[in-house]
């Protein structure tokens, strides 16, 4: 490789469950951004949601590793379900950096969350472990995003990439209402997903 770092973007978040727009959209970023590999990375208990009806780590991790299977640029991380404890995004990425300075990593997140980073614990650590590739809807207004995309680079000497994404309307609470509602989630979530989802009872 010459040199050159191996790229690789995280797919963070509580994925309960995960769906087809997380993996939407981290295959749209690793094609668009040029990565390597895209690292999911379920959250361990994620301090800023309300914990109920979010089913256990172990749970959620064997979910993501069941969307994800077969896929080879896709890769599952049990860093912070391991971890226990309260997640916060600035330590895992410490702890990847660290662990291997031979990779560039890049967070992919919704654009958003440019406007809510700066109330996320210790956004300056973030901005100095890793690119932020901030998502946004063909209906985003670019020109705010630009503006917010110079005010967190002035402020944090943030590295930030704006990527167009198609809109997608599907979220895990839409598909756990549906499980609740004794709908079909076929489509929404992959089908290993929603088999494991039926078997372990989970959501109703």
Known sequence: MNGAKKRVGIM???FNPPHIGHLLLAEWAREEAGLDE?????AGIPYMKEQ???VDGKRRLDMVALAVKGHPGFQVSDIEVARGGRTYTCDTLQRLCM??????YFFIMGS???FSIEGWFAPERIFASCTVIAA???????GELEEKKQELTAKFHARILLLQFPEVELSSTMV???????KSIHYMVPEAVVDYI?????YI
């Open 99 to 104: 662990d291997n300075p031979d990779t560039e």
């Open 112 to 114: 958003d969350c440019l």
């Open 198 to 202: 039926v078997e372990n009872r989970l």
């Open 38 to 42: 895209i690292l999911f990375i379920p």
């Open 136 to 142: 946004a809807r063909n209906a985003s207004p670019m």
């Open 176 to 182: 756990r209402a549906r499980v609740q509602q004794k």
């Open 52 to 54: 109920s009806g979010i």
């Open 12 to 14: 963070g978040g509580t």
